[in-house]
Each structure stands twice: as structure tokens, then as C-alpha cells.
């Protein structure tokens, strides 16, 4: 059993190596303790349900089950259980989608160590959402209600690489076409099918050759 007024933390991200960083971070720290790491979010909810942390730290990319999906599940079923998801960007799409979940809030995994440990224990004391945070999701949310077109979203980048998934290109081919990561395309990829709110590849492909064609 923990001290009283220790919070206990459960670590979820695939990467063995940010686990640990945050491990060793939240260690110097007498406020916390990590009961429990998890490598994505089926893990994340198993080990959930049998230790009962106070706090979950969900990195949002995960293989099998991402951080949004185990958010909302954790939510559902330990609604008392505080999350905040970790991410690499600051996307007004990610971190909107975050709190539609269930998260009480963000960090960045590009803030120093000091910035990090004090924007947590804000978030871990239920202090109000920060105002730069609740103007971009009042933003976003304002975005998707809009009857905009859905392509209109989509970074440049993005663009190019829907137009070469028209084309019935691999994601290793439109990775040699562009100069970039194999793994970069993926990720380009999710992201588009989140913003289009598509389900698959098949759904994309039929979606960006309409698009090439002109259809709506």
C-alpha cells in the first residue's frame, strides 16, 4: 500500500525507453509512485483493473490498442481513475479526441523534466484545464461542426500522400516517391483516416481515388 498522499501511477507506452525516463522522472518525485507499465492498451486496461492506480500516463500511439481507445475503455469501467495521455505534438485533432475519451489533460514528451513534473502536478491535482488547451479543443470542436469539406483538413503533406494512395501505391512506395520513413507514411496515414474518419485502407483508397475523379 502506498503513503498516504502518494498518488499511484501506471505507465502506458510501447516504448521501453520513454517508460523508463518517466519511471526514473516520477522517482524523484515524493508525490508518486509507478505500480505498474504497460506496453499498449490492452495491457494498459488489464493491469488497470487489478492494481487501481490513481493516475494513467497513456501515450497515445500504441500498437494493438492505441491511447484513445484504452482511454475510453478505463473510463468506462474505472471512471475515478485520472488519465493523461502523453504525445509527442501538440495536434489540436489528437488532444481533442483525448478529452472526448475521458482524459483530464495532455504533456508533452518535448517539455524539459521541470516544466513536465509541474504541469502533471496540475493535472493530477484536477486543477482547471489550462486556458491555451481549452481554446484549441473550443477550436477543433468548432472545426468538426462546421459542414466544411473534410479534405480541407489535410496538411499538404497529407494531400500528397492521399494522392499517391489513389494511385494504389504501398506505403514503402510512397515512401521512396517523397524521401521519407516508411514508419512516417504510416503515421501520415492514421492521421488521415482519423481525419476523414475513415476506418481502413480499403475506406481511403476509395475515398482518395472519388476525390481524384472529382466526385464528392
Sequence with gaps: MSPAGVRRVLLADDSALARRAVSTLLKREPGFEVVGEAEDGYGALALARDLRPDLVLMDINMPRCDGLLATRLLKRELPETTVVVLTVSGDAGDLFEAIRSGAQGYLLKSLDPESWLEC??????????????????????????????????????????????????????????????EQTVKNHVKKIMQKLRLKNRVELALHARRVALGGP
Excluded at 163 to 174: E, F, G, P
Design 120 to 181: 502533471l502536478r496540475g493535472l493530477a491535482s484536477g486543477e482547471a484545464m489550462p486556458k491555451d488547451l481549452a481554446r484549441r479543443i473550443l477550436t477543433e470542436f468548432a472545426a468538426r461542426a462546421a459542414p466544411a469539406d473534410p479534405d480541407a483538413r489535410l496538411t499538404e503533406r497529407e494531400r500528397e500522400i492521399l494522392n499517391l494512395v489513389a494511385s494504389a501505391m504501398t506505403n514503402k512506395q510512397v515512401a521512396e516517391a517523397l524521401y521519407i520513413s
